[in-house]
Structure formats: C-alpha cells, structure tokens
C-alpha cells in the first residue's frame, strides 16, 4: 500500500494539474464555441484558413506552439509586454501561463466537438424559428445551444484531459518551476531523472492513464445519454 500513497511532490503537481486544466477549459469554453459556430454556420473569405489556424496546434511539435507562446505572450513579447504594463498580468513562468498553454492546446479537440455538434442540427428548426419571427440571438439561445450542449460537454471534458497531459508547450513556455508550472506531466518527467524516483514517475504515470481512460469513458457515456434527451428518447 505503500507504493500507492502520494507524497506532497505527487499531491502538489496532481492539485496543479487540475487547477490548470480547470482554468485551460475555461478559457477556450467562450471563444471555443464562437469558433465553432462561425465554421458551422458561416460562409466567409478565408474560412480554409481560419479553420487551419485553430487546428494547426494539433499537428504542430508542442515545443513549437509553446516557442510561439513565449514570442508572443513573454514578459518581452510582442503581446506579453503590453498587457503587463497595461494590466500588471504576466503569463511568463507561472500557473497562468500554463493554463495558457494548456488551453492552446486543448482549443482544437474543444472547437471539433461543438462543431460536429452543431453541424448535426436540423437546420429546419432554426429556419422555422426565424420564419415564426426570433431573431438570431433568441434562436441560438433557445434552439441551437440546447441541442449542443453533448457537444459542449463532450468537448470540455476532451480538453481537460488533454490539459492534464500537456508537456511541450508548458515547459517551453512557462518552464518547469515546483509548485507554479510543474503539472502531472512535468513532475513524472522530473521523477525519471531522479535516481529514486522510479516508483513516483509510476505512480503518476498511472494516474495519467485512469484519468486519461476515464474522461473519455465519461465523455462517450455522457454525450450518448444527452444526446438521448435531447432527442427526447
């Protein structure tokens, strides 16, 4: 039983991940389903594009996505240093940023899921609304966020595992610092330098699996029973 108790190290990088998981959700859930209703619903110049840049951190090598976070968003970057001295907020080496990172990461996993969500919609109940007289705002609020709340929920538990998992653009762009930046994935590496830290690294390899394993249980079981009520069956 020993094996499985978690030292403060363990405990403190678990809480970490959790709360910068937290946080990367957030962070995508506004602009995620914007993005996604704009791919599903519009037709616009640059679309193609537009829908390449959000799936680009995908395909990406991470530790590229997180160079480009540090060129941007960096206490000296193009953005960073004018939101510091506008805001006193500094994304560079600390929890934020790695929330950050995180939801840059997990963003494309999010938009998709709403998205296919959204495209699944009959388009006839919301063409029926507006001939009935609703505008725009009313349909989206009483028709189309109602059908694709699976999609949302689905998607937010995508991108939360995801976050528990993000490496390369972390450490790249927030380093590797204990108790600000270091996450789950950052301490088990950390672990597999240390001569000792076999049976950690282990420890929080497992507890990477189940949650991996059991947010996409929860996220199939819960986006077929919504999915189900939705559709009134």
């Not at 959790?18 to 957030?26: C, G, H, P, Q, T």
């Not at 209703?37 to 193609?48: C, D, M, S, T």
Request: some cysteine; overall charge positive; aromatic content about 12%.
């Amino acid at each position: 039983m020993s094996f499985l108790k978690l030292t403060p190290f363990e405990i403190e990088a678990l809480l970490l991940s959790l709360k910068v998981s937290f946080w990367a959700v957030f962070i995508s859930f506004g602009p995620g389903i914007a993005a996604a209703w704009l791919l599903a619903k519009k037709k616009f110049p640059g679309k193609a594009l537009f829908d390449s840049l959000i799936h680009i951190p995908l395909v990406l090598p991470p530790v590229v996505t997180g160079y480009f976070l540090l060129v941007c968003m960096g206490r000296k970057g193009v953005l960073g240093e004018a939101l510091f001295n506008l805001t006193g907020i500094s994304f560079a080496f600390n929890w934020k940023g790695a929330a950050l990172a995180s939801a840059v990461m997990a963003f494309p996993l999010f938009v998709r899921a709403v998205r296919l969500s959204m495209e699944g919609i009959d388009a006839g109940l919301e063409d029926a609304a507006q001939t009935l007289g609703a505008g725009k705002i009313k349909i989206f609020f009483t028709i189309t966020l109602p059908l694709i709340v699976p999609g949302i929920l689905t998607g937010m538990i995508l991108a939360f595992a995801r976050s528990l998992s993000e490496f390369g653009a972390t450490i790249t762009f927030v380093s590797n610092i204990p108790g600000e930046t270091r996450t789950l994935p950052l301490a088990l590496y950390t672990m597999t330098q240390m001569p000792d830290g076999d049976s950690g690294a282990m420890r929080l390899c497992i507890i990477s699996v189940v949650t991996a394993f059991f947010a996409l249980m929860a996220s199939d079981y819960l986006s077929q029973k919504l999915s189900k009520i939705v559709k009134g069956d």
